[in-house]
């Protein structure tokens, strides 16, 4: 007999918000004139704002709901947090995006705000099938956005690129499913932790389910040797869509990575602590190594994120409720940093993305003293400057490293922040030390981009000045996690 | 009025400046750019006054030590020690003034304030004149709170701000491709000393779970880890590595000479007075732990001995006034190490005062030369300029003569305190210290070489030039003769005992560096001592004649030592290849690495790579790289490795859809096999 | 723990052997008299004409992938048909819910114009 209770429903409430105004949206959409679109923008982001409001409901009846499938914890919410802020930072710099590239449609928005669900019940689902259906809701809606550029031939083949591989990672994860419920008989992340308690039950065939579902997660993680679409991909899709995809499904993936790696399967121990750490090393070098010669600033970007993803596997991989926190904290950074530098990308190429080289921007200091500060902003706290997000996010997950004895890899990690400063500088020398007169410099920035980037600046040195907050926010949330 | 409880406000001042500048300077009139830019540091100079005199007057038992805390920075919860006890790191904003960071502080505020001031004249003409003194604000934001930070991760913001800021005034002439080069390599540079640093810190963290200068000074000296601690050593290497990255110690010295392409005002002020000494303050702010670490303070004594004659030697025989004096700059900053290095930290600290201000002196008035000769700045191409720029020739003396030790001016002093040190402290030898009074020699060789060259004999000044030679306006000779006066007066601070004196200085920063694991000074007489000084003072006499009869006497001498000397020559002028090897070694190495990683960009529309064409650029490649192989000897061999070694990662990167899923369905294979097999 | 799976094992190797066995068995003793007519594609008993290998219009693709959609909602009320009385209002509503959003995607796609075949 099932049973349904009210608190069941209020644990979803965000995910249920965000559906109902995505489908709203999506219905509207043919009835609204074209010259009207706009306002479906502006309804996503009301839909993202309700949802932020329906989450402080949610936050105030924590625990399990539908049989144990979900979980309503803080871990939960903190990154339920993180991909409101996100999907509203995205839609704000769409709107005008889309307007001048000609794509203005409502789907886009029902998209992001779909895709935005999938990730929440990725996040909060404590259950293998659960975790497998956000990921498939959040895959899809991302497939369709990276091709959203329709006329553009590099949007389309970013979007089957993406769709082909993703799908081809997402079987692997699927088949390691298949494999642990075959083993235990249960697909329940508390029920697993349960069967598996000892690292003597690691056999080849959990070894061989931990290394698919590893696999599946380190698609979307961009994670070598899984990165292959990585630049292909973030370079085709439309910008904004770009800064949508470098974050949400890589801070999805890595929250069930956590929920997995250090819950469910906590007991393998050394056996998926080789695998995170061989993964970490070698993303952070073959991401810097290959970013230091792009001469495209969003496939630049693109191996930035790449980098990134190691800094933070570097934190999993130190583990612990230091690491948990450490990597929470890194992840609101990244989603600031990235986010606001994608969106800023976006604007400053002009219609149909034609000014995405280095190039384009040199001298911009020169004449838009105000935008080429806010993006060396972007860059630096990429790089790690101190007072930024970015650097105190290395710190932390470096520090939580140290904890945990992961001197060479700490090591390694520093040499390669040293290299990424060199490519993240040649875009600063652009703006600041060459003459020249750009195009970009020309572009309007209306004042919806306007609010998306200052929001991403102060976020950028509200973390790096006084993360108190923020810190004791991360440091919350990695509670749910068995240590 | 209560200096002390708003010392924020000296590091806020400029910081203001520094965003007026930016934002709006563009709009604003040469006039109000400098009333606002150099007044800002001016009232940061007289608020550091105020302090230093309020510090002075402050109870003698509280060491002169004032610490201010704003707000917690990083608050990061307790955790356990290596050694099992709770602790919380708790980061704060705040500030220290003890007296090494009045020191500190007052000759940053004191020295660049002057510079603020003497750069009124000299970037008058210049393009882009806010941003200049927007840049120069920030700087000396950065580097104030670098001085007055009173922990390590504030310190380091400052450090990194420093680093941003000396950046952007390297580069300041863009249009020059040196410059940014010379930018973007100093930078760089600086990193990978930062990198060290941070490491280090973090160990310090792990080990005493906080960052604050106090509480860690106090643990050290507490006897909680014994002398020659190993993880405490590793602390202190790791921080020497940042300072030396900062403070162009070998191997990381490289970036200095080629930040002359800068401003000369902002090679007075960063690389020369105050950013480059940075890693000496950071190295004797730790002075607690690195007596700890007998093995770090010997790399330390080594390291910055061996700089010391290393870019001495370089500096003989360059001819750009400004890459005389950055060598300079760099082997001074080597005998503040080895002061450092033999447990001499407030003799170091000295020498650091009084170098800042003929350093200084020396750089804006070589700036004054500069200016003098519409921009020449090779000193082949100047002498006989004594008549005609007195100002600039009567203070470049002055400075000359303090840094190379000649009796009874600041240099004498702070030098002859190392050099004593060196020989008797007993973390010191003779080794050392005969390195030290050979560099002693060498330093009044090249700086009287310069002198000579540049307002001695006869003029070689083209003749266009030469109509227009002028001495420079007041705002910039003012200020030449204020440091003028500290060059020569700043060494009585620290009169020692030796003359008579009472080393107020020294005693003024003990309670810093007191320490009952430093091992005491051996016994040595006052004969042995004022021996050793005559015998320094010697050897700068020798250096000076050496310079005096080859470049003043006899000018003709010069080119037939140097052609005498043939592939020595050669081998100083080019600075030992040191860059040309660095090129082939790192630089190269990374560059293939990353385009060979990179390789996948082929293209991405147009896809793969047909079998025809590569195999064609294959073979072309493989050509081309046996050439080089063949012509370029050793170093290419290990490109030829690398990209040998990346070329099936070139085949896979097509943009080719198939070739990425096989690429992934590799990685499967690969973990699983690793998986099945290892366990 | 992999014994547990010999049966099925054997069983994926019974389904092969006798696939195979069944097929090999027809091929082998059937008796083989092709003409012209017997090898040609069977089409409800009508002589195939022109290629097979035509182009379709894209609509046709859409209209069969909704299709399916719409399809699969069907097969749904089955199971829920035959469970509904003991799942009562809940299993109502559930199923409400569903078609609603159904329903949804079916008003987006009709005002689209996605159903009609010629635009």
Same mark, same amino acid.
């Given at each position: 007999m099932i049973t349904l209770q009210t608190a069941d429903l209020v644990r979803i409430l965000p995910e249920i918000v965000l559906s109902i105004f995505g489908i709203l949206v999506m219905v509207l959409e043919p009835f609204v004139a074209a010259a009207q679109k706009k306002l479906l923008g502006w309804m996503a982001l009301l839909g993202v704002l309700a949802a932020a409001t329906a989450t402080v409901r949610t936050s105030f009846e924590p625990g399990l709901a539908f049989g144990g499938t979900i979980a309503a914890d803080e871990f939960s919410i903190y990154f339920i947090y993180l991909f409101l802020l996100t999907a509203g930072l995205v839609i704000l710099g769409s709107i005008d995006y889309l307007e001048r590239n000609h794509a203005q449609h409502g789907e886009f928005y029902a998209l992001v705000l779909l895709g935005t669900v999938g990730m929440c019940f990725m996040a909060a689902s404590t259950d293998l099938i659960m975790i497998f259906l956000g990921l498939e809701i959040s895959s899809i809606s991302t497939y369709i956005l990276a091709g959203f550029r329709r006329a553009d031939r590099l949007s389309n083949e970013a979007a089957l690129k993406y769709f082909l591989l993703g799908s081809f990672a997402t079987a692997f994860f699927l088949y390691g499913i298949a494999f642990v419920y075959g083993l235990t008989g249960t697909t329940n992340l508390l029920g697993l932790s349960a069967r598996l308690m000892e690292p003597s039950q690691w056999t080849t065939f959990a070894r061989v389910a931990l290394v698919l579902m590893f696999v599946g997660l380190a698609f979307k993680l961009s994670t070598v040797p899984f990165q292959v679409w990585t630049p292909d991909v973030y370079q085709g899709a439309p910008a904004p869509v770009t800064a949508f995809l470098s974050v949400g499904p890589k801070a999805a993936a890595f929250a069930v990575l956590l929920r997995l790696f250090l819950g469910g399967f906590a007991s393998a121990g050394t056996v998926s602590f080789w695998i995170l750490w061989i993964s970490a090393a070698l993303t952070m070098c073959l991401g810097n190594l290959a970013a230091l010669w792009q001469t495209n600033v969003k496939r630049l970007l693109a191996y930035s994120s790449i980098a990134h993803a190691g800094y933070i596997l570097v934190g999993v991989a130190a583990g612990g409720s230091r690491g948990i926190s450490a990597v929470l904290f890194y992840l609101v950074a990244y989603a600031l940093m990235n986010v606001g530098a994608f969106i800023m990308v976006a604007h400053l190429s002009g219609t149909g993305e034609r000014l995405v080289q280095i190039e384009d921007y040199t001298g911009l200091a020169f004449e838009r003293p105000g935008v080429a500060a806010c993006l060396a902003v972007f860059f630096l706290s990429l790089a790690g400057f101190p007072t930024t997000a970015g650097f105190l996010g290395k710190f932390y997950v470096f520090r939580a490293a140290i904890h945990s004895h992961l001197i060479g890899l700490t090591v390694l990690a520093l040499l390669n922040s040293v290299v990424s400063v060199y490519y993240y500088l040649r875009i600063v020398v652009a703006m600041y030390m060459r003459e020249g007169k750009t195009e970009a410099a020309t572009v309007e920035l209306p004042w919806p981009v306007r609010t998306a980037l200052a929001v991403s600046v102060l976020g950028i040195f509200y973390l790096g000045l006084a993360p108190k907050l923020p810190l004791g926010l991360s440091t919350l949330a990695a509670l749910p996690l068995p240590k | 009025m209560h200096f002390l409880n708003y010392i924020w406000l000296i590091p806020v001042l400029p910081v203001l400046g520094a965003a007026i500048q930016l934002l709006l300077g563009r709009r604003l009139s040469n006039k109000a750019v400098s009333a606002v830019s150099v007044g800002l540091p001016g009232l940061s100079f007289l608020w550091a006054l105020g302090c230093f005199f309020q510090l002075l007057s402050l109870p003698a038992q509280a060491n002169h030590t004032f610490t201010k805390v704003l707000y917690s920075w990083l608050p990061a919860g307790a955790f356990h020690l290596a050694d099992g006890s709770l602790a919380h790191l708790n980061v704060y904003v705040g500030f220290q003034l003890d007296p090494l960071s009045s020191v500190m502080m007052l000759v940053v505020t004191g020295v660049g304030f002057l510079i603020h001031v003497y750069s009124i004249g000299y970037m008058g003409h210049e393009g882009g004149y806010y941003r200049f003194f927007g840049y120069l604000n920030l700087f000396m934001f950065s580097m104030l709170v670098l001085v007055l930070a009173d922990n390590y991760l504030m310190m380091?913001?400052?450090?990194?701000?420093?680093?941003?800021?000396?950046?952007?005034? $390297?580069?300041?002439?863009?249009?020059?491709?040196?410059?940014?080069?010379?930018?973007?390599?100093?930078?760089?540079?600086?990193?990978?000393?930062?990198?060290?640093?941070?490491?280090?810190?973090?160990?310090?963290?792990?080990?005493?779970?906080?960052?604050?200068?106090?509480?860690?000074?106090?643990?050290?000296?507490?006897?909680?880890?014994?002398?020659?601690?190993?993880?405490?050593?590793?602390?202190?290497?790791?921080?020497?590595?940042?300072?030396?990255?900062?403070?162009?110690?070998?191997?990381?010295?490289?970036?200095?000479?080629?930040?002359?392409?800068?401003?000369?005002?902002?090679?007075?002020?960063?690389?020369?007075?105050? @950013?480059?000494?940075?890693?000496?303050? @950071?190295?004797? !702010?730790?002075?607690?732990?690195?007596?700890?670490?007998?093995?770090?303070?010997?790399?330390?004594?080594?390291?910055?001995?061996?700089?010391?004659?290393?870019?001495?030697?370089?500096?003989?025989?360059?001819?750009? $006034?400004?890459?005389?004096?950055?060598?300079?700059?760099?082997?001074?900053?080597?005998?503040?190490?080895?002061?450092?290095?033999?447990?001499?930290?407030?003799?170091?600290?000295?020498?650091?005062?009084?170098?800042?201000?003929?350093?200084?002196?020396?750089?804006?008035?070589?700036?004054?030369?500069?200016?003098?000769?519409?921009?020449?700045?090779?000193?082949?191409? @100047?002498?006989?300029?004594?008549?005609? $720029?007195?100002?600039?020739?009567?203070?470049?003396?002055?400075?000359?003569?303090?840094?190379?030790?000649?009796?009874?001016?600041?240099?004498?002093?702070?030098?002859?305190?190392?050099?004593?040190?060196?020989?008797?402290?007993?973390?010191?030898?003779?080794?050392?210290?005969?390195?030290?009074?050979?560099?002693?020699?060498?330093?009044?060789?090249?700086?009287?070489?310069?002198?000579?060259?540049?307002?001695?004999?006869?003029?070689?000044?083209?003749?266009?030039?030469?109509?227009?030679?002028?001495?420079?306006?007041? +705002?910039?000779?003012?200020?030449?003769?204020?440091?003028?006066?500290?060059?020569?007066?700043? #060494?009585?601070?620290?009169?020692?005992?030796?003359?008579?004196?009472?080393?107020?200085?020294? !005693?003024?920063?003990?309670?810093?560096?007191?320490?009952? *694991?430093?091992?005491?000074?051996?016994?040595?007489?006052?004969?042995?001592?004022? #021996?050793?000084?005559?015998?320094?003072?010697?050897?700068?006499?020798?250096?000076?004649?050496?310079?005096?009869?080859?470049?003043?006497?006899?000018? #003709?001498?010069?080119?037939?030592?140097?052609? *005498?000397?043939?592939?020595?020559?050669?081998?100083?002028?080019?600075?030992?290849?040191?860059?040309?090897?660095?090129?082939?070694?790192?630089?190269?190495?990374?560059?293939?690495?990353?385009?060979?990683?990179?390789?996948?960009?082929?293209?991405?529309?147009?896809?793969?790579?047909?079998?025809?064409?590569?195999?064609?650029? @294959?073979?072309?490649?493989?050509? !081309?790289?046996?050439?080089?192989?063949?012509?370029?000897?050793?170093?290419?061999?290990?490109?030829?490795?690398?990209?040998?070694? +990346?070329?099936?990662? !070139?085949?896979?990167?097509?943009?080719?859809?198939?070739?990425?899923?096989?690429?992934?369905?590799?990685?499967?294979?690969?973990?699983?096999?690793?998986?099945? $097999?290892?366990? | 723990m992999a014994g547990l799976y010999i049966p099925v094992l054997l069983h994926f190797v019974a389904v092969v052997v006798l696939a195979s066995a069944l097929l090999g068995l027809s091929w082998w003793v059937g008796v083989k008299r092709p003409t012209r007519e017997k090898l040609s594609p069977y089409e409800c008993g009508i002589p195939p004409v022109g290629n097979a290998r035509e182009r379709f219009s894209v609509s046709f693709y859409l209209v069969g992938m909704l299709f399916i959609l719409f399809d699969v909602e069907a097969v749904f009320l089955y199971p829920w048909a035959v469970v509904f009385k003991s799942l009562k209002w809940f299993g109502f509503v559930e199923m409400f819910l569903y078609i609603a959003i159904l329903l949804a995607g079916y008003i987006y796609i009709w005002k689209k114009g996605a159903l009609e075949w010629t635009r």
């Amino acid at each position: 007999m099932i049973t349904l209770q009210t608190a069941d429903l209020v644990r979803i409430l965000p995910e249920i918000v965000l559906s109902i105004f995505g489908i709203l949206v999506m219905v509207l959409e043919p009835f609204v004139a074209a010259a009207q679109k706009k306002l479906l923008g502006w309804m996503a982001l009301l839909g993202v704002l309700a949802a932020a409001t329906a989450t402080v409901r949610t936050s105030f009846e924590p625990g399990l709901a539908f049989g144990g499938t979900i979980a309503a914890d803080e871990f939960s919410i903190y990154f339920i947090y993180l991909f409101l802020l996100t999907a509203g930072l995205v839609i704000l710099g769409s709107i005008d995006y889309l307007e001048r590239n000609h794509a203005q449609h409502g789907e886009f928005y029902a998209l992001v705000l779909l895709g935005t669900v999938g990730m929440c019940f990725m996040a909060a689902s404590t259950d293998l099938i659960m975790i497998f259906l956000g990921l498939e809701i959040s895959s899809i809606s991302t497939y369709i956005l990276a091709g959203f550029r329709r006329a553009d031939r590099l949007s389309n083949e970013a979007a089957l690129k993406y769709f082909l591989l993703g799908s081809f990672a997402t079987a692997f994860f699927l088949y390691g499913i298949a494999f642990v419920y075959g083993l235990t008989g249960t697909t329940n992340l508390l029920g697993l932790s349960a069967r598996l308690m000892e690292p003597s039950q690691w056999t080849t065939f959990a070894r061989v389910a931990l290394v698919l579902m590893f696999v599946g997660l380190a698609f979307k993680l961009s994670t070598v040797p899984f990165q292959v679409w990585t630049p292909d991909v973030y370079q085709g899709a439309p910008a904004p869509v770009t800064a949508f995809l470098s974050v949400g499904p890589k801070a999805a993936a890595f929250a069930v990575l956590l929920r997995l790696f250090l819950g469910g399967f906590a007991s393998a121990g050394t056996v998926s602590f080789w695998i995170l750490w061989i993964s970490a090393a070698l993303t952070m070098c073959l991401g810097n190594l290959a970013a230091l010669w792009q001469t495209n600033v969003k496939r630049l970007l693109a191996y930035s994120s790449i980098a990134h993803a190691g800094y933070i596997l570097v934190g999993v991989a130190a583990g612990g409720s230091r690491g948990i926190s450490a990597v929470l904290f890194y992840l609101v950074a990244y989603a600031l940093m990235n986010v606001g530098a994608f969106i800023m990308v976006a604007h400053l190429s002009g219609t149909g993305e034609r000014l995405v080289q280095i190039e384009d921007y040199t001298g911009l200091a020169f004449e838009r003293p105000g935008v080429a500060a806010c993006l060396a902003v972007f860059f630096l706290s990429l790089a790690g400057f101190p007072t930024t997000a970015g650097f105190l996010g290395k710190f932390y997950v470096f520090r939580a490293a140290i904890h945990s004895h992961l001197i060479g890899l700490t090591v390694l990690a520093l040499l390669n922040s040293v290299v990424s400063v060199y490519y993240y500088l040649r875009i600063v020398v652009a703006m600041y030390m060459r003459e020249g007169k750009t195009e970009a410099a020309t572009v309007e920035l209306p004042w919806p981009v306007r609010t998306a980037l200052a929001v991403s600046v102060l976020g950028i040195f509200y973390l790096g000045l006084a993360p108190k907050l923020p810190l004791g926010l991360s440091t919350l949330a990695a509670l749910p996690l068995p240590k | 009025m209560h200096f002390l409880n708003y010392i924020w406000l000296i590091p806020v001042l400029p910081v203001l400046g520094a965003a007026i500048q930016l934002l709006l300077g563009r709009r604003l009139s040469n006039k109000a750019v400098s009333a606002v830019s150099v007044g800002l540091p001016g009232l940061s100079f007289l608020w550091a006054l105020g302090c230093f005199f309020q510090l002075l007057s402050l109870p003698a038992q509280a060491n002169h030590t004032f610490t201010k805390v704003l707000y917690s920075w990083l608050p990061a919860g307790a955790f356990h020690l290596a050694d099992g006890s709770l602790a919380h790191l708790n980061v704060y904003v705040g500030f220290q003034l003890d007296p090494l960071s009045s020191v500190m502080m007052l000759v940053v505020t004191g020295v660049g304030f002057l510079i603020h001031v003497y750069s009124i004249g000299y970037m008058g003409h210049e393009g882009g004149y806010y941003r200049f003194f927007g840049y120069l604000n920030l700087f000396m934001f950065s580097m104030l709170v670098l001085v007055l930070a009173d922990n390590y991760l504030m310190m380091f913001v400052g450090w990194e701000g420093v680093g941003l800021s000396s950046y952007f005034l $390297i580069g300041f002439y863009f249009h020059r491709k040196s410059a940014s080069d010379a930018g973007k390599k100093a930078f760089v540079v600086n990193r990978i000393g930062d990198a060290a640093f941070l490491l280090g810190m973090m160990l310090m963290a792990v080990t005493f779970g906080t960052l604050d200068f106090l509480p860690i000074t106090e643990a050290a000296r507490g006897g909680r880890f014994a002398v020659g601690d190993g993880v405490i050593t590793a602390i202190c290497i790791l921080l020497f590595i940042g300072a030396a990255g900062k403070s162009a110690q070998i191997p990381l010295y490289v970036w200095l000479p080629d930040a002359m392409e800068g401003p000369t005002p902002v090679s007075a002020l960063i690389h020369a007075a105050t @950013m480059v000494t940075a890693g000496v303050y @950071m190295v004797a !702010r730790s002075n607690a732990l690195y007596v700890l670490a007998p093995t770090a303070l010997a790399l330390v004594g080594a390291i910055g001995a061996a700089t010391a004659i290393w870019a001495a030697s370089i500096g003989l025989v360059q001819n750009d $006034i400004k890459r005389v004096l950055a060598y300079s700059t760099v082997s001074q900053l080597g005998y503040m190490f080895l002061a450092c290095g033999v447990g001499a930290f407030g003799a170091g600290i000295f020498h650091l005062m009084t170098h800042a201000f003929f350093k200084a002196l020396l750089f804006l008035g070589a700036g004054s030369v500069i200016h003098a000769l519409s921009g020449e700045q090779d000193l082949r191409k @100047m002498g006989a300029l004594w008549r005609k $720029i007195p100002t600039t020739a009567w203070t470049m003396l002055a400075a000359t003569l303090a840094i190379s030790g000649a009796p009874l001016l600041s240099g004498f002093f702070s030098k002859d305190e190392i050099l004593w040190q060196a020989f008797a402290s007993p973390y010191g030898n003779k080794l050392l210290w005969s390195v030290g009074v050979v560099t002693a020699g060498l330093t009044a060789f090249y700086m009287f070489r310069l002198f000579f060259l540049t307002f001695a004999g006869n003029s070689r000044v083209p003749h266009e030039v030469e109509q227009h030679i002028h001495e420079s306006p007041s +705002s910039m000779t003012v200020p030449l003769i204020c440091l003028g006066l500290g060059a020569v007066g700043a #060494g009585y601070v620290g009169w020692p005992k030796v003359l008579g004196g009472s080393n107020w200085f020294g !005693r003024f920063l003990d309670p810093v560096f007191e320490n009952p *694991a430093l091992r005491p000074a051996l016994q040595h007489t006052w004969n042995l001592e004022f #021996g050793l000084m005559l015998l320094s003072v010697g050897v700068a006499l020798v250096g000076f004649f050496g310079a005096y009869r080859w470049y003043a006497k006899q000018p #003709g001498i010069a080119e037939r030592v140097a052609a *005498a000397a043939g592939a020595g020559y050669t081998l100083l002028l080019n600075k030992y290849y040191i860059d040309e090897l660095y090129d082939a070694l790192f630089v190269n190495r990374a560059k293939d690495l990353g385009s060979a990683l990179a390789a996948f960009d082929l293209g991405v529309v147009d896809g793969g790579v047909n079998g025809v064409g590569w195999s064609t650029r @294959m073979s072309a490649e493989l050509s !081309r790289l046996w050439d080089t192989w063949v012509i370029d000897g050793l170093v290419n061999v290990l490109a030829f490795v690398v990209k040998v070694l +990346s070329y099936p990662a !070139r085949v896979l990167q097509t943009g080719l859809l198939q070739s990425y899923a096989w690429f992934i369905t590799l990685g499967v294979f690969i973990f699983m096999v690793y998986y099945l $097999i290892y366990f | 723990m992999a014994g547990l799976y010999i049966p099925v094992l054997l069983h994926f190797v019974a389904v092969v052997v006798l696939a195979s066995a069944l097929l090999g068995l027809s091929w082998w003793v059937g008796v083989k008299r092709p003409t012209r007519e017997k090898l040609s594609p069977y089409e409800c008993g009508i002589p195939p004409v022109g290629n097979a290998r035509e182009r379709f219009s894209v609509s046709f693709y859409l209209v069969g992938m909704l299709f399916i959609l719409f399809d699969v909602e069907a097969v749904f009320l089955y199971p829920w048909a035959v469970v509904f009385k003991s799942l009562k209002w809940f299993g109502f509503v559930e199923m409400f819910l569903y078609i609603a959003i159904l329903l949804a995607g079916y008003i987006y796609i009709w005002k689209k114009g996605a159903l009609e075949w010629t635009r």
